[in-house]
């Protein structure tokens, strides 16, 4: 295991269809967080998993998106009737608790909805 | 509400030469402050950080300077190179904090 892996790389969808994200964490990590990049910008926090609870959601996450860790494993991103502002880099990261939130990052997903 | 600002927005440096990117944040909750480096359609990579019981921390030619009282930290890339062009993160998490919160990020250009 070499690091945080995701899948797909790349996704393009049509506005309205829903999509799903794979994460897979680097496997001794207990967090896993996921976070969105969009162009020119700093990646913003949605949301974090400690073993298979989801701790934390921030209010960007809207009643559209939903994550789930199964088996405090991998973890999965959904998002349903995608829109236009969905666009972005969906990055994931995870971490060991009590590291002081030292986390190692995927190569995201780029989402592009037309 | 921005809890970590960053600054410049943008830099250009010639090879040889020193970066410095500055950064500011308002959580006292915050412990841990790292540096994230991304790459053009790569995720970004840890790169150094610092806990706020030392002023400063050096890995090879990335060194970070920590002000506790004034609630600024900073980073330093000695004789910056072609390779070092990136964008540059600075970002603040902790024990009591249980994620990064990142500030709006540098881009770097180091010009030959």
């Known amino acids: 295991d070499t690091g945080v892996s995701q899948d797909p790389r790349h996704k393009i969808t049509k506005r309205g269809q829903n999509v799903t994200f794979r994460c897979d964490p680097i496997?001794?990590?207990?967090?896993l967080y996921w976070y969105r990049q969009t162009l020119g910008q700093g990646p913003e926090f949605l949301t974090y998993?400690?073993?298979?609870?989801?701790?934390?959601k921030s209010r960007l996450l809207s009643d559209r998106f939903s994550a789930e860790r199964p088996k405090g494993s991998f973890s999965t991103l959904e998002i349903q009737r995608t829109e236009q502002g969905d666009s972005a880099m969906y990055l994931c990261?995870?971490?060991?608790?009590?590291?002081?939130?030292?986390?190692?990052f995927g190569q995201g997903t780029r989402l592009t909805v037309v | 509400q921005q809890q970590v600002k960053q600054s410049p927005q943008s830099l250009i440096v010639q090879k040889g030469g020193i970066s410095i990117i500055n950064c500011a944040y308002e959580?006292?909750?915050?412990?841990?402050f790292p540096w994230y480096q991304q790459f053009p359609g790569k995720g970004p990579a840890l790169l150094i950080a610092?806990?706020?019981?030392?002023s400063e921390k050096k890995e090879g030619r990335f060194t970070i300077s920590f002000n506790k009282s004034a609630k600024q930290f900073s980073l330093h890339i000695m004789d910056s190179q072609p390779g070092d062009s990136a964008t540059y993160f600075c970002?603040?998490?902790?024990?009591?904090?249980?994620?990064?919160?990142f500030g709006p990020g540098t881009s770097l250009s180091v010009i030959p």
């Open positions: 990261a995870s971490s060991l608790e009590g590291s002081g939130t030292e986390a190692f």
């Open positions: 496997s001794e990590h207990n967090r």
């Open positions: 998993f400690q073993n298979e609870a989801q701790l934390e």
């Open positions: 959580n006292t909750a915050f412990d841990y």
């Open positions: 610092i806990r706020p019981d030392v």
């Open positions: 970002a603040a998490g902790g024990t009591s904090y249980d994620k990064v919160i």
